[in-house]
C-alpha cells in the first residue's frame, strides 16, 4: 500500500468555508489516470488536482484536475490553490515578492504568478489562454426562458454571447441582483440550447455587487445527465466575463481593466475573484485570474 496526502483549501477566498474547495494531491507519481478519476469521485468536490513532474524540463508541474466525473482541459479555481498549495510545501520558493511558475495542464501550459510576504504566498494568479469569441445568442427570451425569468430581465444593449479562455462559457447579462437571485433553472430548454452554443455552460452576471468593492457580481451552473449545479467560484469563467466586459466597454476602454468579480454568495459560500485583462489598440492581449486561499487540513488515501 503506498500512502497518498493531500491537502484541502477554499480558493478564492481568505476565510475558512468561502469559496471553492479543492483537494491537491502535490505528489501523484505512481496513480494511473483511472485512479485519479476513482479519488476524485471518492472526495466529490467540485475538483480535485494531481500534481506530477513536467513533460518538459523547461516548465514546473504537471497539474492534472478532476472532476467528479471527468477530467478537465483547465480550471481556475483548481489552478490558484495548486499554486498555494506547492508553496506552502515548499516545493516551489521566493525568488523576490513574485515568483513565476509554469503548469502543464490539459490545455497548454499555464504561467501563474505567486506573490509573496514574509516568505508565505499571499496572493496567486494565472494567466489564462487569449479569449475566443462567439457564437452569439439571437433569442434572448429563449434564454431568459431557462432562467424563468423575463426576457427584460437581460440587458438591453449587451449580448448573450459564448467566451472561451480555453473552456467555453455562455454569458447572459443581468440588470439587476433581484434577477440574478430569482433565478430557477430549467435544464430541459437548456438541453436543447447547448448544442448550438459549443456545449458552453451558464455564468451569467449583473454589474450590481453585494459588496462595495466588488464590480460584477456572479453566478455559473453547469449541465450534467439532466440537472444542474452551481460552482461557488469559477476562475475559468472569470476570464472570459472579464474579456467581456473589456470587448464591450462595461467599465471603459482603459489598456489595463482591473476588476473584481464577487460570486457563491447564493450558496453561503462567499468568494472574491480577480481579473486583469490587457489591451492594445482595441486588442485583447493578456487574461489573468487570481485570488487568495486558506488552509483547511487534509489526509491520505492509501492505494495499493
Known amino acids: 500500500m503506498k500512502k497518498y496526502d493531500y491537502v484541502l483549501l477554499d480558493v478564492f477566498t481568505h476565510r475558512a468555508f468561502g469559496g471553492n474547495p479543492l483537494a491537491v494531491f ?19 468536490l467540485s475538483e480535485t488536482t494531481f500534481v506530477l513532474p513536467p513533460e518538459d524540463p523547461a516548465n514546473d508541474f504537471k497539474v492534472r484536475i478532476f472532476t ?14 495548486t499554486a498555494f498549495t506547492l508553496a506552502a510545501r515548499g516545493m516551489t520558493e521566493p525568488d523576490g515578492p513574485e515568483t513565476m511558475v509554469r503548469f502543464e495542464e490539459k490545455v497548454g501550459l499555464i504561467p501563474v ?6 516568505g508565505k504566498a499571499v496572493f496567486c494568479q494565472m494567466q489564462q489562454n487569449l479569449p475566443e469569441f462567439g457564437p452569439v445568442v439571437q433569442d434572448k427570451k429563449q434564454v431568459a426562458e431557462i432562467l424563468s425569468l423575463p426576457v427584460e430581465a437581460l440587458e438591453d444593449t449587451l449580448p448573450v454571447e459564448v ?17 440574478i437571485e430569482k433565478i430557477q433553472l430549467r435544464p430541459e430548454l437548456m438541453a436543447k440550447l447547448k448544442p448550438s452554443i459549443n456545449d458552453a455552460n451558464l455564468y451569467i452576471f449583473t454589474r450590481h455587487s453585494v459588496t462595495d468593492q466588488a464590480h460584477l457580481h456572479s453566478r455559473m451552473f453547469w449541465l450534467e445527465n439532466g440537472i444542474f449545479s452551481e460552482d461557488a467560484a469559477t476562475g475559468s469563467a ?15 476602454s482603459a489598456a ?10 447564493e450558496m453561503n459560500r462567499p468568494s472574491c475573484i480577480r481579473i486583469e485583462i ?22 491520505y488515501f492509501e492505494i495499493e
Not at 26 to 44: C, T, V
Not at 113 to 118: A, C, S, V
Not at 256 to 261: G, K, S, Y
Open 238 to 252: 472569470s476570464g472570459p466575463l472579464g474579456c467581456y466586459a473589456a470587448r464591450h466597454n462595461l467599465f471603459g
Open 113 to 118: 504568478k505567486i506573490r509573496w510576504e514574509n
Open 163 to 179: 467566451v472561451s479562455c480555453g473552456v467555453p462559457y455562455l454569458i447572459v447579462p443581468l440588470k439587476t441582483l433581484s434577477d
Open 26 to 44: 502535490s505528489d501523484a507519481r505512481g496513480l494511473s489516470s483511472q485512479q485519479m478519476q476513482a479519488i476524485a469521485n471518492e472526495l466529490n
Open 256 to 265: 489595463w481593466l482591473e476588476l473584481t468579480n464577487e460570486q457563491g454568495f
Open 68 to 81: 467528479a466525473q471527468i477530467e478537465m482541459p483547465m480550471a481556475g479555481h483548481p489552478t490558484i490553490g
Open 278 to 299: 490587457e489591451q492594445e489598440a482595441g486588442k485583447i492581449t493578456a487574461v489573468k485570474v487570481g485570488g487568495e486561499a486558506h488552509f483547511m487540513g487534509g489526509g
